[in-house]
């Protein structure tokens, strides 16, 4: 199978129920940013040497795989065929446990923080806010997404903020307060 098809050549994609759009349509648009938030992702792993980061980071790039493929089935054709290709309640619940346990690392916050610190912390901080981007346009799409996916994605954004500052402060970098 070659990577280059030409069928965007015209500048449309097709869905998962195989359906032509404009690649400038708001659905393709959502699903472009969590791809993005996806590479953003690969980025701070390559940055980031922390063995249970890299391991949670790579369950949620998974997840945002199947995200993605939620967004790109409006019509709810992979529901029958591809179990991987769907968040969960368990997902969102797997999240808000992992955010309790990084924050025991950390001292409490009492002021907003700058973003920024290590590569790998700042980066994260990156992440997080194409993470607020993509459920920005997410929330925005017609028909409305199953509010499951909303879910995920803002539970994520705050875990990557966790993350960033868990990963600065286990790197001795300390936090620069606004």
Excluded at 40 to 60: F, K, P, Y
Aim: proline share 3%; aromatic share 6%.
């Amino acid at each position: 199978m070659k990577i280059y098809t030409r069928t965007g050549d015209s500048g449309e994609t097709a869905l998962f129920d195989n359906r032509r759009v404009s690649k400038a349509d708001p659905r393709v648009d959502a699903y472009g940013e969590v791809d993005e938030l996806n590479a953003w992702l690969g980025l701070v792993r390559s940055a980031c040497s922390e063995q249970d980061i890299d391991e949670t980071l790579v369950h949620i790039q998974r997840d945002l795989f199947a995200v993605g493929a939620q967004l790109a089935d409006p019509s709810e054709k992979l529901a029958n065929r591809v179990t991987k290709a769907f968040v969960t309640d368990a997902d969102v619940e797997r999240l808000e446990g992992l955010i309790d346990r990084f924050e025991n690392e950390l001292a409490p916050l009492t002021r907003f923080i700058l973003a920024g610190g290590v590569a790998a912390g700042a980066s994260l901080h990156v992440a997080r806010t194409v993470c607020r981007r993509a459920e920005r346009r997410i929330v925005a799409l017609t028909p409305a997404p199953d509010l499951l996916i909303v879910r995920y994605i803002n539970r994520l954004s705050d875990l990557l903020f966790v993350l960033a500052r868990v990963v600065n402060h286990r790197a001795g970098q300390p936090e620069t307060e606004w």
